[in-house]
């Protein structure tokens, strides 16, 4: 009988907390909610990927475009919707990093659609960011934007 009411309450808390539980699909519908007002309240108007990516080109560059596995120099700055600044570059030249590893899945996929030196805007879904994960200063479930130029 011990057993039996152990697993009833165990299958009643799963069920339970599964309901609270928000899927990655689910976060990502919120996500990109929050992107289309904030471009839709901004006056911008981005393109889309099927993974939430939105970006804007806002200067062409005039360089070649680097594959997602590329090392790049960017200049950023890093901000979450309310316009809060938590990351920027410290180098006036700008900071390199690798694409395949050294960033975040955001980057990977956004990063390529400028040339060097453009500049422009990354919208990027909490899932292609740092995820349901707290990291340092950054909440889960943050939607971030990225001001970049492709050095």
């Known amino acids: 009988m011990k057993k039996l009411s152990l697993l009833i309450l165990s299958i009643s808390l799963f069920f339970a907390c599964s309901e609270d539980m928000v899927t990655y699909q689910d976060q990502l519908e919120i996500?990109?909610?929050?992107?289309?007002?904030?471009?839709?309240?901004?006056?911008?108007?981005?393109?889309?990927?099927k993974s939430g990516?939105?970006?804007i080109i806002e200067q062409e560059g005039n360089g070649n475009f680097p594959p997602?596995?590329?090392y790049v120099k960017v200049?950023?700055?890093g901000k979450f919707l309310n316009g809060e600044i938590f990351d920027k570059n410290g180098n006036p030249e700008g900071v390199t990093f690798n694409l395949n590893g050294g960033v975040i899945a955001g980057?990977?996929?956004?990063?390529?659609f400028f040339s060097v030196g453009g500049k422009g805007k990354l919208f990027?879904?909490?899932?292609?960011g740092y995820g349901s994960t707290a990291f340092f200063d950054i909440p889960a479930n943050s939607v971030l934007i990225f001001d970049i130029e492709l050095v």
């Open 124 to 128: 990027v879904p909490s899932g292609l």
């Open 75 to 77: 200049k950023y700055t």
């Open 107 to 112: 980057w990977t996929e956004g990063i390529p």
């Open 53 to 55: 990516l939105h970006y």
């Open 68 to 70: 997602s596995n590329a």
């Open 31 to 49: 996500d990109i909610k929050k992107i289309e007002k904030y471009l839709s309240d901004s006056g911008l108007v981005a393109q889309s990927t």
